[in-house]
């Protein structure tokens, strides 16, 4: 078994830990980066006009962040198994499947703000 583990002990290798933190810590930051501006962004937003008239839409934000996340899980997974089955494997036909897969996830976040 040529994993993270090794063979003799079952004692996971060293480098493995630290390939982890590696690639997993950049991500973290970047999305905690955004939440502090998505944080900024609904403190300047709470002063509209529509927020005070309407005090109850301030209630709709989570639910569409949340609606976001959902659509963003689903791009991802599309990518992800495309890639895996070897469809992007070249250049064309992987912009192809971006570009369509980017529109419709589009598509279902206008159909969503509709209703």
Excluded at 23 to 32: D, E, K, M, R, S
């Amino acid at each position: 078994m040529t994993g993270t583990v090794s063979q003799e002990k079952g004692v996971p290798r060293r480098g493995a830990f630290w390939s982890i933190v590696l690639q997993v810590f950049p991500t973290f930051i970047l999305a905690g980066m955004g939440m502090v501006a998505a944080g900024i962004v609904l403190h300047k937003v709470q002063e509209w006009t529509v927020f005070k008239e309407v005090n109850e839409i301030i209630i709709m934000v989570p639910a569409l962040l949340g609606l976001k996340g959902n659509l963003e899980m689903t791009l991802a997974a599309r990518l992800s198994t495309a890639a895996n089955i070897g469809h992007m494997d070249r250049t064309k036909e992987a912009v192809s499947l971006i570009l369509g897969n980017l529109v419709l996830v589009q598509c279902q976040g206008i159909v969503v703000g509709f209703l």
